[in-house]
């Protein structure tokens, strides 16, 4: 069918469009008018040519497709098949029943999706993730994306959906959620899912926030100081008439017990409190209700700053006092000694003190997302920081490559490796299926395992000698015992290395380790196993081949991944007890590299000296504190440490390379100090019966104790609802800004620590004001820097998970996705069949012909150029044949005859050079 069409252009022009249509397919023309040069390419074609009409058949096919190729040809067809995008959502929210319904639901999708169909899954909670791309053909079976479940970001998932569903397919969007939804509203999603025509449709997932009993806002003032009396109140929220028992905790103590009844809405209860405790204080209320249908909000927390001066944390081994926390506390200094086990080191536990001290601990009894937060706290916060000596501290501690690094002034690697004696390292690395499992950041487990081999390769040097082998249930040798002599391709064959699953075969590994070791010539040969300790299979020989290697001079470490309480990990023990070596357990992947570096510290560079070392006063000390003397006692262990530019050295050891004993610098907003020498212990030497001990240590505390300074700024936040208001008050006769304004960070206490920033605007005079929003139930310190000065304010939080609020919109959550279904034309699913996949809005798919019709015309033109070349004519041809047929009749064709005729007087002329 042919049909003619018109519409009026936005700029009130007329423009037309030939089609040609069939059922499916639809052809139009961008241009109508240059149908118009058909025209004069007629009479071009019919008075202008000089050869005989029945030659220019292809010449007038090509002026035809040149006057289509100017008209734009288009073809249009309709898209086969629809891409389905099912929207997951996977917050704390959700109910088992949800969680199935997903399950169920992802079942039916893949059963009835079919040939053309594509299917797409996002999974979503604070963050949305991709679990399967569309045209990925793999049955879905498990989420394989990390998913953070305190929150419910329904808006960004639904445009998550939009941008993998192509503008040339048919598209369309199933939401299952309970619709109680944080952040921007989803229907600013739905609306653009209305314009691209996709509809949204849902299943309805039955929530439990009929009858709740939730503790609301804590009304807490910012900051109080030490032991003033304050009054504060709880607001608890219900949804009926409950019955409750309330119960108040102050860091964790019980100050307050008993029994109320809640109307429906809105209630307080008020409390008195005193705190003596400098520092973050937490309260936390716990209600109690026999009818209370969600638990998740029973519990709420409110924190609040007690101003103060700040006391000394000692941690060591023991936990208890020794000689040098004699010495700190003869100064007067509120000290508080604890051993890693005993102590949370989260940011706001850190920040209740003004210096904290690791007195010869290492680094594998703390998680790696504690020591980040001890760096945060000093770099950020202004905390000061100090680490003494001893065969438990800097590289023999696993401090290398550990966040604590960087920020201590001396380097635990020597620069010179003249003297180093040589090395041979064999590690084996567990490659089962279990190292293939997310460690964070877009890195498997395995990435991190790699990157902790390739510590020790950096710490290698050309004399000593490497093997790497990774195992599952058979060993490959990935670099065969030899020399480092290319580092660099073999830092790129240790880190392709990946999981290839089923488990690790123990025995396996430890033999192929001996095979290579055994060509080995280095001064000292050591043996690394790196294993899952939940899956640590096939034990075999081992004590009787650890024994082997144990008289060869060979030592065997393991590193676990997981803790001791693994199923595997008493074997783990056992095997690195026979040879001769440590045990190392991460309960965090991102430890790994350090425990790599800190065991082949131990094993194969003397790091730590057991000999007498006389120690040498210089300047720097004199700038730190009053010290009213020329020499100090010689010690009988010393850290080998090595200056770092930019540090201060306050004492420095004889030896051969003048190593620091004694050093500091500030790090950012914090003083850091380090001494390379025990304090307390076996290698102390004379310093423990020195008279002068206790006051040398008093001094150093008093450097990295700041003194209490007037108040020139103050940072006070305030929190409405999620919205958080932060307010810097200053004085602007004292501090001009120059329209400089700082910004602020604040960071959560809890593991990834990743901060908020947010800028300071004037508000006022002498105020400058910004704002930030909190979306988790993690306390938030908050910081600022003006004038080189770091500003510290109160901490602020929320109650509990936000997941859990009661509010409008999580009463009445399945409205806002029947709103969304209703504005896109979708609806709900309530039973799912192959119609699932049909479309009511079928894409229409436009494809150009241009170059199809210029493929044509570059024929048709060399078709032209033949004919006239070769005298040829296509019909002069048939009409030979029939002639033929014809008995060679001597009738002429007149059209023949006119052509000979042409042809003649084109000759003549052309003879005559005329033409």
């Known amino acids: 069918m042919v049909q003619v069409v018109y519409f009026i252009s936005s700029n009130e022009c007329f423009d037309f469009q030939f089609i040609f249509r069939d059922e499916k397919r639809t052809m139009s023309f961008e241009n109508l008018y240059a149908f118009i040069l058909l025209i004069p390419s007629f009479y071009f074609w019919r008075y202008c040519c000089r050869y005989a009409r029945s030659k220019r058949i292809a010449l007038a096919l090509l002026l035809i497709c040149l006057c289509i190729i100017i008209a734009g040809p288009k073809l249009r067809l309709d898209s086969s098949g629809i891409d389905l995008v099912l929207i997951l959502d996977r917050s704390l929210s959700m109910s088992a029943e949800g969680s199935q319904l997903a399950k169920d639901t992802i079942s039916h999708l893949e059963e009835y999706k079919g040939k053309d169909n594509r299917l797409g899954i996002i999974t979503f909670g604070k963050n949305v993730a991709i679990e399967k791309m569309l045209g990925d053909l793999s049955i879905f079976e498990v989420y394989r994306k990390s998913i953070d479940p305190e929150s419910s970001n329904l808006n960004d998932a639904v445009l998550m ?453 006389n120690l040498r006063v210089v300047g720097g000390l004199f700038k730190i504190g009053d010290f009213k003397l020329k020499e100090v006692p010689s010690i009988n262990g010393l850290n080998l440490n090595y200056n770092r530019e930019g540090a201060t050295n306050g004492l420095i050891a004889l030896t051969e390379y003048f190593n620091p004993a004694l050093s500091y610098w500030r790090a950012s907003a914090g003083k850091v100090m380090t001494l390379s020498f025990e304090v307390d212990g076996p290698y102390v030497g004379d310093w423990k019966s020195w008279q002068g001990y206790d006051n040398f240590i008093a001094n150093l505390i008093h450097w990295l104790t700041p003194k209490e300074d007037l108040l020139e700024y103050q940072l006070k936040a305030e929190r409405s609802g999620h919205d958080v208001k932060v307010n810097l008050y200053y004085d602007p006769e004292k501090v001009t800004l120059d329209g400089l304004y700082p910004n602020a960070f604040a960071y959560p206490d809890n593991k990834e620590l990743k901060p908020i920033q947010f800028p300071l605007y004037p508000k006022g005079f002498g105020v400058l004001e910004g704002h930030f929003s909190i979306d988790e139930g993690s306390v938030y310190q908050i910081v600022s820097s003006i004038k080189g000065k770091h500003v510290l304010g109160n901490p602020i939080s929320l109650p509990y998970s936000p997941e859990f609020e009661i509010n409008a919109n999580q009463l009445d959550g399945g409205a806002v996705i029947k709103k969304m279904a209703k504005k896109t034309k979708g609806d709900e699913i309530k039973i799912l069949n192959d119609d699932i996949f049909s479309s009511e809005n079928p894409v229409e798919i436009t494809k150009s012909l241009i170059n199809y019709f210029i493929l044509l015309a570059i024929f048709l033109f060399i078709c032209d150029i033949i004919g006239r070349r070769l005298d040829f004519s296509i019909f002069s041809y048939l009409k030979y044949t029939m002639k033929n047929k014809d008995l060679h009749t001597d009738v002429v064709d007149a059209d023949e005859m006119e052509e000979e005729e042409e042809g003649s007087l084109f000759d003549a002329l052309k003879k005559s050079k005329k033409f």
Request: hydrophobic share 40%.
């Open 161 to 613: 959906g939009l941008s993998i569903i192509p503008e040339n397919r048919s598209g369309k969007i199933i939401v299952l959620s309970d619709g109680k939804y944080r952040g921007i509203n989803p229907s600013k999603a739905s609306s653009i899912s209305m314009m691209r025509n996709i509809p949204i449709y849902y299943r309805e997932v039955i929530g439990s926030f009929i009858e709740d009993l939730a503790v609301g806002n804590f009304n807490l003032p910012g900051s109080v100081s030490i032991g003033e009396e304050m009054q504060f109140s709880v607001n608890v929220n219900a949804t009926k008439i409950f019955k409750a028992t309330y119960i108040l905790k102050r860091n964790g103590k019980v100050i307050s017990k008993g029994d109320r009844d809640f109307i429906a809405g809105v209630n307080k209860l008020y409390f008195v409190d005193r705190n003596w405790n400098v520092g973050t204080t937490k309260y936390e209320l716990e209600l109690i209700a026999e009818d209370d249908s969600v638990l998740q909000n029973n519990i709420g927390r409110g924190v609040l700053l007690v101003k103060g001066k700040k006391g000394v944390l000692v941690i060591n081994q023991s936990g208890s006092d020794d000689d040098f926390i004699r010495a700190i506390k003869s100064a007067n200094f509120k000290v508080k000694v604890s051993s890693p086990e005993e102590i949370s080191l989260n940011l706001s536990q850190i920040l209740n003190y003004s210096t904290i001290i690791f007195e010869n601990v290492p680094a594998h009894l703390f998680l790696n997302s504690q020591l980040e937060a001890l760096k945060i706290a000093i770099k950020e916060f202004g905390l000061n920081f100090m680490m003494t000596g001893g065969r438990s501290s800097f590289g023999m501690g696993g401090y290398y490559l550990s966040p604590l690094d960087e920020i201590l002034p001396v380097d635990m690697i020597p620069k010179d490796d003249k003297k180093l004696a040589s090395s041979s390292i064999a590690i084996a690395l567990d490659r089962s299926g279990s190292m293939a499992a997310s460690a964070g950041g877009g890195r498997t487990k395995m990435d991190v395992a790699n990157i902790g081999a390739k510590s020790i390769l950096d710490l290698l040097t050309s004399k000593d000698e490497l093997s790497v082998i990774a195992v599952d249930s058979e060993p490959h040798v990935v670099i065969p015992m030899k020399k480092v002599i290319d580092r660099g391709a073999m830092q790129q064959e240790i880190l392709s290395i990946e999981s290839m699953g089923g488990g690790i075969y123990t025995y396996t590994a430890l033999e192929e380790c001996a095979r290579q070791i055994a060509k080995a010539g280095g001064a000292t040969r050591h043996i690394i196993i790196f294993a899952d300790a939940a899956d640590a299979e096939e034990p075999g020989e081992y004590i009787s081949l650890c024994g082997k290697l144990s008289a060869l001079g060979v030592t065997i470490s393991v590193i676990a991944l997981g803790s001791k309480t693994d199923y595997d990990a008493k074997f783990l023990i056992d095997l690195a007890k026979h040879g001769k070596g440590n045990i190392y357990f991460a309960k965090e992947v991102e430890s790994l590299p350090s425990l790599f570096a800190e065991d082949f510290i131990q094993h194969s560079r003397a790091s730590f000296v057991t000999e007498s070392t």
